[in-house]
């Protein structure tokens, strides 16, 4: 995978999707061949046009840069996903024959808080497999979907006139997370309207300590025709050098780290609190609660003063 192959990659990728007990041993492999790519995240309401504009700029990316470029598109709401990710399918095959593109759709397969868990990974691979640009495409809908933009350098937000106004923005958690915002589909009317709005929404959320000096753009586009994304392309490039240079890349990485290190100790933790729960002692405190002997908190107390779990919490 590291030497480029592609078959090696997509397997990496699946034996991560599938939590493979390789995992471990892979992570750390690849681990320190990170740190080289710009991870940007596309977010938007369903249907807003984020695989279009992801397509388009790819093929931008491609063009000016020649750099190569990967493009995750996650999926977790299962019942809608067969017929998007087949549509992203056939939208990006204009870059089937381009051996600098890679494009992959992560399912629903990864459970409960495993796909943003999974999505970490792979972009860890893709990083890793060398591509400078990452983007990952994710439905703005849920708290799963804001949760995979916690790996991102970078938030666009794709929105269209239709999608409402920047109440809407502001209700779903969008106005905190985006870096840029892309009005699509401009050729509708209202178009001006919404960018004047988050123009204003955006002068009053001035607050976010990481953005002192990044003024937010508000851009048009017409992805279907093209329309734009060379301007999108120029304020990515133009942000990715700001976030250099201002320190935010460094910073949100070692956020990043910070959550990814408390991940894999509150999950091992969490593991082992269970598994001695179910012992011995463990029922014993359990059944007591059952019985109304004991209120939660107090059989919590217990147990965390218990020997079986000192060792744990140790
Ligand atoms: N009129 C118009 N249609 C567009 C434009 N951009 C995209 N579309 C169309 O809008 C529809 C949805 O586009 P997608 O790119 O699939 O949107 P998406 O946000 O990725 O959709 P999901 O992944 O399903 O949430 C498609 O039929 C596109 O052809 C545009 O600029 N103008
Ligand atoms: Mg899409």
Redesign the pocket.
């Known amino acids: 995978m590291l030497s480029g192959d592609r078959r090696a990659l997509a397997r990496v990728i699946s034996l991560i999707e599938d939590r493979d007990e390789s995992l471990r041993t892979i992570i750390d492999a690849i681990y320190p061949k990170t740190g080289n790519a710009f991870v940007l995240g596309i977010t938007?309401p369903?249907?807003?046009?984020?695989?279009?504009?992801t397509d388009k700029l790819v093929a931008e990316i491609r063009k000016r840069s020649g750099k190569r470029v990967a493009v995750i598109a996650v999926d977790p709401s299962s019942p809608f996903s067969g017929g998007?990710i087949l549509?992203?399918r056939i939208?990006m095959q204009s870059h089937s024959g381009d051996a600098d593109v890679y494009i992959r759709s992560l399912g629903t397969r990864g459970k409960h808080g495993g796909l943003s868990q999974s999505s970490k990974e792979v972009v860890m691979a893709l990083d890793a497999a060398g591509f400078d640009w990452i983007v990952v495409?994710t439905?703005g809908v849920g708290q799963t979907e804001l949760d995979i933009l916690r790996l991102a350098h970078a938030v666009c937000v794709?929105l269209v006139p239709e999608s409402g106004d920047g109440i809407q923005v502001m209700k779903a958690g969008l106005m905190e997370i985006a870096d840029l915002f892309v009005v699509?589909?401009s050729?509708?009317p209202e178009a001006d309207k919404l960018v004047r709005e988050l123009t204003t929404l955006i002068g009053m959320n001035e607050k976010r300590s990481a953005h002192d000096e990044w003024k937010i753009p508000v851009l048009k586009?017409?992805?279907?025709?093209s329309q734009g994304i060379d301007e999108l392309f120029a304020q990515l490039q133009e942000y990715r050098a700001y976030a250099q240079e201002h320190g935010v890349l460094a910073k949100r990485r070692l956020a990043f780290i910070e959550d990814e290190i408390a991940g894999i100790i509150l999950d091992e933790v969490s593991r082992s609190i269970r598994r001695n729960l179910s012992n011995t002692t463990g029922r014993k405190i359990v059944s007591a609660v059952y019985n109304l002997l004991e209120t939660p908190h107090q059989a919590s107390e217990k147990f965390y003063h218990s020997k079986s779990d000192q060792k744990t919490l140790k």
């Open positions: 938007g369903p249907g807003s046009g984020k695989s279009t504009v998007a549509g992203d939208r495409e439905a794709v699509n589909k050729d509708r586009t017409q992805a279907l025709f």
